[in-house]
């Protein structure tokens, strides 16, 4: 809570970087190609979440 100006906010951001950090973590025991195969998908999906053209 370092540089957080109150409890509430730390909050609010800690809920939604959860969220979002959710989408890009991926398991310890994938190999190379299922981690690029699960962070073009995490991509896919942040694109349609934020509404922005997936130019990758």
């Known amino acids: 809570m370092k540089r ?3 409890a509430g906010q730390a909050q609010r951001f800690l809920s939604v970087h959860d969220q979002v950090g959710n989408l ?5 025991n994938t190999n190379a190609a ?3 195969k699960s962070r073009a998908q995490a991509f896919m999906t942040w694109a349609e979440v ?7």
Request: charged share 15%.
């Open 34 to 36: 299922g981690c690029r």
């Open 4 to 6: 957080f100006r109150s």
């Open 50 to 56: 934020a509404g922005v053209a997936a130019g990758f």
């Open 24 to 28: 890009f973590r991926h398991p310890a």
